[in-house]
């Protein structure tokens, strides 16, 4: 038997890896080309009247896609409509729910699918960009057979380093005639990935801002806060992820708001959090359970597991939350935000909002800082608001949703 060395080993390892790569190379290369193929297809087939097909599946997140589909709705000479997806067991993702945002919304599930092609769209905005959360005839590659595939992110992503590559990944990217990116790190990102390749030259990027930010209204300043909502992450500490405030605060949490009947609590947990925490093991089935019998046993702190987070954000006067896109949205409406979570992750526009928020590092620091807002000490106010009234609108005073709508109308 012949003996390996330890440089024969390297040289070995240094061949798979140059094969390898080359492979990775002449397949992205090919999936560049299909997407171009297709949209080539497809350019010049847009009929007299403009059919716009959403093909939802994820229920919290259709605040990013409202704005837009509401104001289409609108307009004369288009026809729009949602193609909901409730194959997927996203919480609540139902016909029912569905039916609630449009009552001729179409719905293909597992025991019907609906065939695309039947409703011979001229566009299509899908609402993820993750493939396996649909049929194969619903894929990217599929859908821009037969329609130009457009994108508006799901959620709107504060960090530079992270999520990126897996949101828009090379099964997704491709294949799309236009994104909107919901900010210039975003739009960098994706414009360097198809950047030096003629099949990809076509695709369109726009940096336009968030749509759902559109929704959230500016808050009248208050001298006072009772209701508090806390956004705990879903995620354990990793080297991919934040972790969740979850362990650290939630028995602190409950004993404070027992003891301060005058204020109120809404908890709100990612959707995928007690799942995630059950599935590595951080919790048991029937933890979980006593978890929310200890809440409902609170009467001023009540859990909060609806679709739409809007009411929750509505109803309350200061945010904490861990790391999470939603820290943004809620900066938005000039209300205060405790932040529990690492910054070292966000762009430099996330940045300067956490600054101009409350920075909590320990109970200590959250006790205090709630005492503090309750009784209306919000020292960041001012300068918070006017950075709220900059970041809304461009230079000609138009929002996202505006925007975005003139460029599927008039440009796609």
């Not at 300043?221 to 705990?232: E, F, T």
């Not at 461009?394 to 008039?410: L, P, Y």
């Amino acid at each position: 038997m012949r003996c390996h060395n330890n440089m024969d080993i390297r040289r070995i390892k240094s061949k798979i890896t140059s094969k390898l790569s080359i492979y990775v190379a002449i397949r992205k290369m090919q999936i560049y080309m299909q997407g171009y193929r297709y949209r080539k297809r497809n350019k010049g087939k847009i009929t007299k009247r403009k059919r716009i097909v959403f093909l939802t599946v994820y229920p919290q997140g259709w605040n990013s896609l409202k704005t837009v589909y509401e104001s289409m709705k609108q307009i004369g000479g288009i026809e729009v409509m949602i193609l909901a997806w409730t194959g997927y067991p996203y919480p609540g993702n139902t016909g029912e729910y569905w039916k609630s945002i449009d009552y001729n919304a179409i719905i293909s599930s597992n025991e019907k699918i609906i065939d695309l092609r039947k409703l011979k769209p001229d566009i299509v905005i899908r609402q993820t960009p993750y493939n396996d959360e649909y049929p194969k005839c619903y894929s990217a590659k599929n859908i821009s057979k037969v329609s130009r595939l457009c994108y508006i992110p799901y959620s709107y992503e504060p960090s530079p380093l992270k999520h990126l590559e897996i949101e828009y990944n090379n099964h997704f990217l491709p294949y799309l005639s236009a994104v909107f990116c919901d900010n210039s790190c975003t739009m960098e990102y994706c414009q360097n990935t198809i950047a030096g390749s003629r099949y990809t030259a076509d695709i369109k990027c726009y940096d336009y801002g968030f749509p759902r930010f559109d929704i959230s209204d500016i808050e009248k300043y208050r001298d006072r806060y009772k209701v508090y909502l806390w956004l705990p992450r879903w995620s354990l500490d990793s080297e991919k992820n934040d972790g969740s405030s979850f362990f650290l605060f939630f028995d602190k949490l409950m004993d404070y708001f027992s003891e301060h009947e005058n204020i109120r609590l809404i908890i709100r947990p990612h959707p995928s959090m007690f799942n995630n925490f059950v599935k590595n093991k951080a919790l048991t089935e029937e933890e979980v359970i006593q978890i929310k019998r200890k809440i409902a046993d609170v009467s001023n702190v009540t859990l909060d597991e609806t679709a739409d987070y809007i009411v929750s954000f509505n109803e309350s006067d200061i945010l904490i939350s861990d790391f999470s896109s939603l820290v943004v949205e809620y900066f938005l409406t000039g209300k205060p935000i405790l932040y529990c979570g690492n910054m070292d992750e966000y762009n430099y526009i996330v940045y300067r909002m956490i600054e101009l928020s409350y920075k909590v590092d320990s109970w200590n620091d959250l006790r205090n800082k709630i005492e503090a807002l309750t009784c209306g000490e919000d020292v960041t106010v001012k300068e918070r608001m006017e950075f709220v009234r900059q970041f809304r609108m461009d230079e000609h005073g138009k929002n996202s949703t505006s925007r975005i709508v003139e460029a599927i109308i008039n440009d796609i």
